[in-house]
């Protein structure tokens, strides 16, 4: 089968939001607030895409046509993106008080958001896991090559992966 029509390409999507993440929580580390909010937003658009992905085409196709999959519930996933959004949200306002800090109060909240961080990318890999150990394998054995055509081409985190890839921006 073509890689092309493989759902484990979303699998590269997962490792591109990790790097852009980790990128993010480099600058924050060196205290350069700009580059740490500039990476978080591209970090967070592309991760709230890949979501919203998985919310509205495969996860539905998944839904209907399987289920008692051990650790593969759709509750758990939509339960795992709302615990996701939520993060999402609350470093996205810590960032922003973040610029209200100076010197060592400001090294302080820095390492107290790190230190967030560093649970919800615990979570992450936890539900990135899960996606790929039920989600991506069951949808590659119940959809047809022209369903996965479809699909994938419809995922706009995977283009969005793709021309980063061709901008040679990896996560810089
Ligand atoms: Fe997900
Ligand atoms: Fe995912």
Known sequence: MSNDLSFLQLTKVHQWLDELFLAHRTALLGLDLS???????????????????????????????????????????????????????????????????????????????????????????????REQNALYPWLELITSVEERANLLAGCSSLSAYKASLDAGQGAK
């Open 35 to 129: 580059q740490a909010k500039l990476l978080f937003d591209r970090y967070e658009t592309n991760l709230l895409l890949h979501m919203k992905d998985e919310e509205e085409s495969l996860i539905p196709i998944y839904g209907a046509r399987i289920s008692d999959v051990p650790g593969g519930a759709v509750e758990l996933f939509i339960a795992e993106h709302k615990k996701i959004r939520k993060f999402l949200a609350e470093f996205y306002q810590a960032l922003r008080e973040l610029r209200n800090n100076k010197g060592l109060a400001l090294k302080h909240k820095a390492i107290e958001l790190l230190d967030r961080e560093g649970m919800y990318a615990g979570l992450l890999q936890h539900h990135h896991a």
